[in-house]
């Protein structure tokens, strides 16, 4: 691998390599300090993230490397009308590894063909996010102990939110999973992932417009924001935003080892009250977003510890 552009890139048995060396970089930390040391890190970032950004951030610092970037458009020189393939181009000569999040899909693969420098897509629009993929994997192998055999809710933008359709490519290629799909009508997965990815992979799914009536069923419940940046009219926004909110009165007939997770960030889908809820998953599903990353740059730089 040498770019990470789509969760494609990455066969099931490198996904395991990587969630194995988190798992070893989570109880070990002190043996991976050094491993990046004067390696530099850059993190391009033409559209606002918190979590995709700092935890890459923090992960190349504590594994000892150095870190650059910026974290808004208006802050680089695309404020100034100069192309992607230019900014990636001068950046491979400050740094060995770039991390990428732009708004236009398919913006980190058009860097990946200029460049030698590794490029991490870290979110194209309403496209992939193949590390927060990673970080859901993860998270759900050390929840639940295993990666298949579950049947997975997907609730919120399924139609805007990249996490989502990241993690259904990636999921169906596990034994016995299932989809099952929370959103109202004008939010519904887009037919290219329901034909290209699910039905050609014969993946059991169904598509249901309400949580109560699924609930039990489900052993993952993965939430969502509903994009607002991604919408063309404000209206249908205000309209859509609280379709579903996630509170303790829908938990009550749900699984006793229910795993909650989101990627983040939250505005009202979950209620507060859940989050102490010991299902409630999705702020260690955060936290294993550092260590992930951080076997991701190991990996990619080929650094060992
Ligand atoms: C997600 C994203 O950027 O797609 N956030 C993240 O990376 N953790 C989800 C979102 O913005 O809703």
Not at 71 to 94: M, P, Q
Not at 176 to 185: A, L, Q, R, Y
């Amino acid at each position: 691998m040498k770019h990470l552009i789509d969760p494609m890139d990455l066969t099931v048995e490198e996904i395991d390599q990587l969630i194995a060396l988190a798992g070893d970089i989570l109880v070990d930390k002190t043996k991976y300090q050094e491993v990046c040391k004067h390696k530099s890190l850059a993190t391009l970032f033409f559209e606002p993230s918190t979590r995709t950004r700092l935890s890459f951030e923090a992960a190349m610092l504590e594994l000892g490397g150095n870190v650059l970037g910026f974290s808004s458009a208006n802050s680089s020189s695309a404020a100034k009308g100069e192309s992607v393939s230019d900014t990636v181009r001068v950046v491979s000569g400050y740094a060995d590894i770039i991390a990428m999040r732009h708004p236009k899909e398919g913006a980190p693969f058009v860097a990946s063909q200029k460049v030698d420098t590794p490029i991490i897509n870290a979110g194209d629009g309403g496209h992939n996010h193949p590390t927060q993929t990673l970080t859901d994997l993860m998270t759900i192998s050390q929840e639940k102990g295993h990666l298949d055999n579950l049947t997975v809710g997907l609730c919120g933008d399924l139609k805007f939110g990249r996490t989502v359709h990241s993690l259904i490519k990636a999921m169906t290629r596990y034994k016995n999973v299932k989809f099952v799909m929370i959103s109202p009508e004008e939010l519904r997965l887009p037919d290219y992932i329901i034909k290209d990815v699910i039905e050609k992979n014969n993946v059991e799914y169904k598509e249901v417009r309400s949580m109560d009536e699924v609930m039990p069923e489900l052993d993952i419940l993965y939430m969502t924001r509903v994009q607002k940046e991604r919408f063309f009219n404000e209206q249908d926004y205000i309209r859509l935003k609280d379709s579903f909110i996630l509170d303790e009165e829908k938990l009550i007939n749900a699984k006793k080892d229910l795993c909650i997770m989101h990627p983040l960030p939250r505005v009202n889908e979950i209620s507060t009250k859940v989050d102490d809820d010991p299902r409630a998953c999705y702020f260690k599903q955060a936290r294993y977003g550092k260590f992930i990353r951080m076997a991701l740059i190991m990996t990619m730089l080929g650094v060992n510890a």
